[in-house]
């Protein structure tokens, strides 16, 4: 049996299985992008809710995990070499998963650096910019009285909602007729845009075509379906 005892976080959430991947994490934008690459690529794993609500990522045990203190994180018993690898950063872990099943970024390697520009375009832009604006719409910047910095995100989201767009034109997915990690990357984005920060109207997003279109063809996917609610919020 894989001994992952070096890792203080398994003291703190305990490995059932611990030959199998160790996914810990949350239901936000970024944690899912990991739950649904796994459960796409078939790889077995064991999830474990580290609650955000109550501040668990800034526990001892998570933080020698990730000094980030961000969700989410991975550690991997069969790593590189077969040795136990341990990574935080979402989009590290989606170009890991790909890389280590061969599935969800095109063989090519032109098309694979394609690829991973997509993601990394998530982590730069849509992820902090979407984020930005649920802070300003929907919680305690709402009560901010310069309005300034709401304004600055509303045109920022709607730029980068044009991009997506302009990108969907005569394709099905981000990299054309192949479903990969660079739409993993931005579904949950997309989608908490949408529903949990409810800012749709606010950035013109039923005034597009082409990304709703892409939004639901991701949100039917079976493995997206689970990936979604995977780990429970406890």
Known sequence: MTDLSAFPITGRWPA????RLQLYSFPTPNGVKVSIALEETGVPYEAHTVA????????PEFLALNPNGKIPAIIDPDGPGGKP????ESGAILVYLADKT???VPSDPALRYETIQWVFFQMGHIGPMFGQLGFFYKFAGKDIEDKRPLERYVNEVKRLLGVLETRLDGRDWIMGDDYTIADISMMGWVRGLVQFYEAGDI????ELSRVPAWLERCLARPAVERGLQIPPRG
């Open 16 to 19: 059932a299985h611990p030959d």
């Open 52 to 59: 955000i609500t109550k501040n668990e990522t800034w526990t």
């Open 85 to 88: 690898l341990a990574l935080f």
């Open 102 to 104: 061969g599935k969800l």
């Open 203 to 206: 950035v013109g997003y039923d």
